[in-house]
C-alpha cells in the first residue's frame, strides 16, 4: 500500500466517480482504476461496489475510507514539518558549553539567536570541555563550545571567539602589590584552581608552561568545579588563582580580587561538531551568526 494509492481512493470515495477522481488528481482513468484494483486484489477485499453506471462504497470502504483519510492527514503533517523545519519555523538546537563559554560568552548570541528565530528550540548543558566533548561526539548535543581545542579525532573544531586568562588574588595578598610576578613568587604562592579536565585548567597549564612555570610544582590547596567557587576561594584571601578575564571581571570591578602582574597568553573558544553528522537547518542559522 503505497501513499498513491491511498490518496486515488480517497479522491474517488469523496466523488464516487472514477473519471472526476482522475482528473482532480491529474492522472488517466486507468491510473486510478489500476490503483484502486491493486488495492483490493492486495489486500483481498472489495472497496466500491459498481451500482449500474456509478460507485458507492462497500462496507470494507466505509471503514477504510477514514483511515486513509487520517494516513493522509498525518502524512500531510510530515511533509509540513519538514517545511517548517527548512524555513526554521520548528526545530531546536541542543548546545553544550564549557562553564566560561556558557556563563559570558554563549547567553547573549543565543537571545539573539531566539529573538530571530523565535520558534525554534533551544536548550544547554554546562560541563568541563571533555564532557562537552564526549556530549557532541554521542548525539547528546548538536553543537559544544569549549575554551581551547580537545582532543577528538570525530569532531570538526573551528576557533569563534576567546578571551585571556589571568592570575587573580585578594587585594591584601602579597602578590597583588608587586610590579612584576615572578616564576619562583607563584611556586612559593598557595592556590585555587579548577578541576581536571576543564577548559580553563587545560590552557591555564599551558599558558604557565609557556612562561617556564610548570603546574605540578605549584602548591595546589583546592580544586573546585567551577569559576565562582574558585574566585570566591581567592577573594578570601590568602590564595592564587587563574580564570578568564570574563570570568573576573565583576570581583575586580567591585575591588574583592586585584590582577596579578604575570602577564599569561590570549586563549581561543573553539566550536565543536561531529564529523559526521550534518548540521539541521537551525544548527546552520546559528553557525552563520557567529
Known amino acids: 500500500m503505497t501513499l498513491e494509492q491511498l490518496r486515488i481512493f480517497v479522491a474517488v470515495a469523496q466523488r464516487l466517480h472514477m473519471t472526476r477522481a482522475a482528473e482532480h488528481l491529474n492522472i488517466t482513468q486507468s491510473a486510478a482504476s489500476a490503483a484502486i484494483a491493486a488495492l483490493e486484489a492486495r489486500h483481498g477485499v472489495r472497496l466500491f461496489n459498481r451500482v449500474g453506471r ?28 519538514l517545511a517548517d523545519l527548512a524555513g526554521l519555523k520548528l526545530g531546536a538546537i541542543r ?3 564549557s562553564q566560561t563559554v556558557a556563563s559570558y560568552w554563549l547567553p547573549g548570541r543565543m537571545a539573539a539567536f531566539a529573538n530571530a528565530y523565535p520558534t525554534i528550540t533551544c536548550s544547554l548543558i554546562v560541563a568541563n570541555s571533555q564532557q562537552v566533548a564526549l556530549a557532541v561526539v ?8 569549549v575554551e581551547g581545542p580537545v582532543r577528538e579525532d570525530r569532531l570538526i573544531q573551528r576557533e569563534v571567539g576567546g578571551d ?42 599551558a599558558s604557565l ?21 574558585v574566585l570566591a576561594a581567592a577573594a578570601s584571601g590568602g590564595l592564587v588563582t587563574g580564570v578568564s578575564d570574563l570570568a573576573a571581571a565583576p570581583h575586580l570591578a567591585a575591588g574583592r580580587l586585584g590582577r596579578a602582574a604575570f602577564e599569561l597568553s590570549a586563549r581561543a ?5 561531529h564529523r559526521d553528522r550534518q548540521p539541521s537547518q537551525a544548527v546552520a542559522a546559528f553557525l552563520s551568526r557567529l
Open 54 to 81: 456509478g460507485l458507492e462504497l462497500s462496507e470494507a470502504g466505509r471503514v477504510f475510507h477514514p483511515q486513509a483519510e487520517a494516513v493522509l492527514a498525518k502524512a500531510q503533517g510530515a511533509s509540513d514539518a
Open 95 to 97: 548546545f553544550a558549553a
Open 138 to 145: 554521542d548525539g547528546e548535543s548538536d553543537l559544544g563550545i
Open 164 to 205: 585571556r586568562l589571568s592570575l587573580y588574588v585578594s587585594p591584601t595578598h602579597p602578590l597583588a602589590s608587586l610590579e612584576e610576578v615572578a616564576p619562583e613568587d607563584l611556586t612559593q604562592a598557595k592556590w585555587v584552581l579548577r578541576e581536571p579536565g576543564s577548559g580553563t585548567r587545560s590552557e591555564l597549564e
Open 209 to 229: 608552561a609557556r612562561r617556564g612555570v610548570d603546574l605540578r610544582a605549584l602548591d595546589i590547596l583546592l580544586e573546585l568545579p567551577s569559576n565562582e567557587a
Open 269 to 273: 573558544f573553539t566550536l565543536l561538531l
